[in-house]
Structure formats: C-alpha cells, structure tokens
C-alpha cells in the first residue's frame, strides 16, 4: 500500500512512463528516430540493426547536427527545437513537436547520441537507462548518430513482449518502407546483422520515384497504375493508384501519407474505397501510395502520442477533394488510354513462366457462370495447355496504346464472335479480345447512373404488362418504396394482395427478363433497409439492373452490332473494366502473336 500522500515523480520515472505510450517495440523506435533525421534535413540516412533491433539500432544522418549547448536538453522531456511560440502547435511542420522521444527512448535503454553541427568534430551524450547523462567530446562528421541497446533491458514487464528477432526485424522493415515511401529525395540503407537489406538513392525524377516504389511495392504494381497528380483549395494530392483490375484481397498495400507523415484515416481510406467503389467486386482492395498535401494549419497532428492520426479543421474539404480526384482517374480507363507496351511482355512471361502473381493480382471473380463455363472449356492451344482461356486473357488483360493514324478506332473494326463470349477485332497492333457481356453490362450500367443522376432514366411502356407474383414481405417492400422504383424507371402497380403489375421498364433494358430483375431489385432494397442508404448504395441498385439488361453468352450478333459495342466502349468512362472489376478486353499485339507461334525464329 502507498503512503497515499501526493510526490513529483523522478524525472526518470515520468520519463519511462511516457516511453509506454511511444515505445512499443524496436520498430517504435526506428520511426522517431528517422523521423528526427528527416526534420534535420538529411539526404542520407544509414539504419544498422541487430537481433531484430533488440540488441542495436543505430540511425546515422548527415542532417543538421545538434548544437554542443544543445545535446543535454535533446535528452530531455519536454525539449525541442520545433515549436517556439503557442502559435507554432497550430501550424507543425515537422513530423516531430513533443519533444521527447529520446528522452522516452533513453530511458528504457543504453542510450547515445553523437552530434556535429559542422565537420570541426562534435560531441557525445550517453544515458543508460535514463539515468544521469554524461557528456564528452567525439570525433564525428556533420550530422547525427544515434544508438539504441539492449532495448527495454530496465523494464522487464515489456521486454517480455518482446517477439523473436525476425517479427521485430519484419516490423522494423514495415516502418522502415513507409519512411522510404514518403520521402523519395533522401537515400535510405538498412543493414540486419551485417547484412544489407535495403537500399534506395534519392530519386528525384518521376522514373527515380517509380522505381523506388516498383522495389518497395513490386513492379505489378507500378506497371499497373495509374499516376495522379491534382491540386486545388489549399490541398494538393499526388501519386499511384492501382488500376481496378490490380487488386488484392486484404487492404495491406495502401500507402496515404499527409505532409510526408504515415496517417491512418478512417475517413479518407473510406473515400478511396468509394472512388473505387464503382469498379472494384466487393470485398477487394485497392492498393495505392498517395500523397496529399495540406497547409499545415488546417490539420492537427497533435492528436495521439504516436501521430499517426490528425483530425482536418475542414475534413468534409478534404474527403471530397480526394475522391473526386480519384474517381475521375479511374473514370479516365477506357480503351483509348496510353500504357506502355511493356505490359503486354511482362503479361507473356506471366504466360510462359507459369508464375500465378500477376494473374493473381489481376483475377476478379466471374459473377456470369455461362460466360465463365464458356471461357475455360476453350483452351490456349498447345502450347499451354493447362493455361484456361480466362486466365490466359485475364493474364494479357492490359490496356495498350491507341493505335495510330492507319486505325482511327481504338479497338479496331469486329471480325468475329469467339464461343458465343468474345468478340475478336483486329486494330492496327493486332488482335483485340472483347468479353462481351462484360463490356456491355459496363455500358449499360454506365448509362443507368448518368441518367439516373442527371436527367432521369427514359422508360419504355411493356405492350403487355407483366404480372409478378410476390411474397408478403416483398410486396411491402415495393409499397414502401414505389418512388424509388419509379426513379429507378420500373413503373409498378399494385394489382391484388401479392400481384405488382410491370407497367413501364428503362429504355435500355428492354430486353431484360423483368421478372428476374425485379426480384434482383427487392432482395438489394430488403438488404438496403431504411431509405437513407438507399441513396448511398443505389449504384448497387443500377449495377444488378445492368448486369440484367447485358448481353448474354451464346447471343449471336451481327458484325454492325459487334462495331457499335466497340464504339460505345471507347466512349463510356471506365469501360476498361467490367462492374466488378475484371478487364472487359485484351490487345494481343501481332509481335506476341508471332512469338507465340515462333514465326520468324
Ligand atoms: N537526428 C537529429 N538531427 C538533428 N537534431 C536532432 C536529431 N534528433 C533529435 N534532434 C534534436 O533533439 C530534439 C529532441 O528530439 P525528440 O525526438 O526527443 O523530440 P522532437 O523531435 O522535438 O519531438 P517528438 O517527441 O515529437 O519526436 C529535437 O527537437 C531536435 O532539435
Ligand atoms: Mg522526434
């Protein structure tokens, strides 16, 4: 039992007290570290580690350096040199303001710092578990040195937290791949028991930048995204986005920084995710290295120890900045795009190779069995034969140049129908391969929501009225949300206790079998439930109203028919893909044709 009176605790147990707030892990501690270094201005920062940072982490910078005056208080809680007046808090520019990472840091490990303001030598402070710091003079070059031992080796309860050296090492990688991430003109090593694992020089070109990400992020992915780059009212958001057919199926490669720090925002993932909503099959995820700019006083960062969260003064601002900025990117992918023809190689040896990774990144599910049964009862030819054609043309689904002056279409003039699936066009690189279903549920689809939003759907009146037969729960539902119908372009009546007659339809889906859709329409609504996210999700609505009003497999069209979906494809935004997400077309240029059948070899 305490003595219940009231003491000022040592400044080594306040500090050891803060340290649990920050400290978590090595990886913890990697971050203040080269967060330190960056707001020193260095171009260079060299992270040594070993037993998983356990033992050592060394950070050297070729920054600013610490004045000798300086280096005792850089030790201190409650010291730095990044906030001055009140007004600063208001406005931060630095990642760092709190001043006292290292004092948490050195309090729970044998702790020195060596430091030169110029290339006349510097000095030295060690603190061993934030006891006494002493001083001395060190030979040392313009910069800061910074080294961690025997982490937590004074505070037992965490060290048991401790897990073995390689998940420590895997998250000090983690951090150390964000910090590589959001800052391209600074060169980056880290070294793990002697050996180098990373290396990244400053890359201050728009290639330098894209390898860097290709090696952090792999190559699929920068061969498959899209660059952004769009500023106004105050924000200003750069960087890649993953096409919709480059997606992964948990959310570990979203990347979003702000003002060059790691933010976590609920907020803002859910705004990409609704950029993508519209082209991405459910419960996938889109994958991205964003980032946005904002002036320093319209956030604040000074929300949680570890600043990974801020909250935006005008957050609505910033929500509809980031996603229309994207929604228009993505609504940008349709046959005409420019992509480098690389793509297509990198596609063959996906082939060739066997490997499974891009065509893994790239695999939407099927939704259409027909179209899906058709698709892998007609294989690739000898010469991969355990490759199904779906695989084979998800694999090649990239979009390729237009084709120049000789073609003025983009995908080229119809040939022929394919298995009742495809339809085969040849443009002036080759051969283009359509899933028709696929690009017409994406037009029709397309259509409905710029009707629906701008100048409402046109309906046809049935010469026949078709009578539907519905349950009780259904039936109320259709009477509680006859207006929506009605917007939605399905004019119904009530004709008896469980009979709705189907008196007008939308003009674009004529052919549709309405019996189907309606009931497609009422299972959405009965999920939907209240009416307010009905609004919300009523693209969902108009997504199962296209997917019904497409074209089926096995429909015979006519050569002009095949010409006028090509044409309406080039013209409908995001027809690069299909509702959820897969490619609606592949070029197979006549080069890879050739080299498939090793003409000329
Ligand atoms: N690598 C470095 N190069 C130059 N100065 C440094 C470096 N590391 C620390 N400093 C100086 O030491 C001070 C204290 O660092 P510390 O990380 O404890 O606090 P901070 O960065 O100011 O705030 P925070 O606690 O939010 O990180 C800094 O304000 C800075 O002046
Ligand atoms: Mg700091």
Redesign the pocket.
């Given at each position: 039992m305490s003595s219940q009176r009231i003491q000022l605790l040592s400044p080594r147990l306040a500090n050891q007290i803060a340290a649990g707030e920050?400290v978590e892990r090595p990886a913890s501690v990697i971050k203040?570290?080269l967060?330190?270094?960056l707001?020193?201005g260095?171009t260079r920062i060299e992270v040594e580690l070993e037993q998983g940072g356990v033992k050592l982490m060394s950070?050297r910078?070729n920054?600013?350096?610490?004045h000798q005056e300086?280096l005792l208080?850089?030790?201190s809680r409650h010291?730095?040199?990044?906030i001055v007046r009140d007004e600063d808090l208001h406005a931060i520019q630095?990642?760092?303001?709190?001043?006292?990472?290292?004092?948490s840091v050195a309090s729970v490990s044998r702790f020195l710092?060596q430091?030169a303001t110029d290339n006349q030598g510097g000095h030295a402070v060690e603190v061993d578990g934030g006891n006494e710091a002493r001083e001395r003079p060190a030979s040392q070059p313009q910069?800061?040195l910074?080294e961690v031992r025997d982490l937590f080796y004074n505070v037992p309860a965490r060290r048991k937290f401790l897990r073995a050296e390689r998940t420590e090492l895997s998250h000090i990688e983690e951090v150390f791949k964000r910090v590589a991430l959001s800052h391209f003109a600074v060169g980056f090593s880290l070294k793990h028991n002697g050996k180098v694992l990373k290396q990244y020089h400053p890359a201050n070109t728009l290639e330098a930048q894209e390898k860097r990400i290709a090696a952090i992020l792999g190559q699929e992915f920068i061969s498959n995204a899209l660059h952004v780059e769009n500023a106004a009212v105050g924000l200003a958001l750069s960087g890649w986005i993953a096409q919709p057919t480059f997606s992964r199926s948990q959310s570990d490669m979203q990347y979003l920084f702000l003002n060059g720090r790691v933010i976590r925002d609920k907020n803002l993932t859910f705004a990409i995710k609704k950029a993508y909503s519209d082209v991405l099959y459910h419960g996938r995820f889109p994958v991205y290295a964003l980032y946005l700019t904002i002036q320093p006083d319209m956030v604040d960062v000074n929300v949680h120890p570890s600043?990974h969260e801020v909250r935006f003064r005008e957050h609505r601002l910033v929500f509809d900045f980031l996603y229309r900025t994207l929604k228009q990117a993505l609504a940008d992918v349709r046959p005409s795009h420019d992509l480098q023809p690389a793509q297509m190689t990198g596609a063959f040896k996906t082939l060739s190779d066997d490997t499974v990774s891009f065509r893994r990144a790239a695999t939407q599910p099927y939704r259409s069995e027909p179209v899906e049964q058709a698709a892998i009862e007609f294989a690739f030819g000898a010469h991969s034969p355990q490759v199904p054609a779906a695989q084979v043309f998800e694999a090649l689904a990239v979009e390729d140049s237009a084709p120049r002056v000789i073609e003025q279409h983009p995908l080229g003039n119809a040939l022929a129908q394919l298995h009742g699936v495809y339809i085969l066009a040849q443009n002036a690189k080759g051969l283009v391969i359509v899933d028709m279903h696929a690009a017409h549920e994406r037009i029709s689809y397309e259509r409905l929501k710029t009707a629906f939003f701008e100048e409402g759907i046109h309906r046809q009146h049935l010469l026949v009225p078709l009578s539907i037969h519905l349950s009780e729960k259904d039936m109320a539902c259709v009477l509680e949300h006859m207006d929506t119908f009605r917007k939605l372009g399905l004019i119904l009546q009530e004709s008896g206790p469980d009979v709705v007659l189907l008196r007008e339809v939308p003009m674009v889906l004529s052919n549709a079998n309405c019996e189907a859709l309606i009931k497609d329409v009422l299972s959405d609504l009965n999920e939907l439930g209240e009416s307010e996210r009905l609004q919300d999700t009523i693209q969902d609505i108009l997504s199962t109203m296209a997917c019904h009003g497409a074209i089926r497999a096995n429909r015979q069209l006519s050569l002009a028919e095949m010409n006028a979906l090509l044409r309406d494809m080039e013209m409908t935004e995001r027809s690069g893909q299909c509702n959820h997400g897969r490619p609606t077309w592949a070029q197979l240029r006549l080069e890879d044709l050739d080299k498939l059948l090793m003409r000329g070899q």
């Open positions: 920050v203040e570290l967060e330190n270094s707001d020193a260095a950070v910078d920054g600013r350096g610490i300086d208080l850089a030790v010291a730095t040199s990044k630095t990642l760092g303001f709190r001043g006292e990472a290292l004092a710092i430091s910069g800061t910074v600043k």
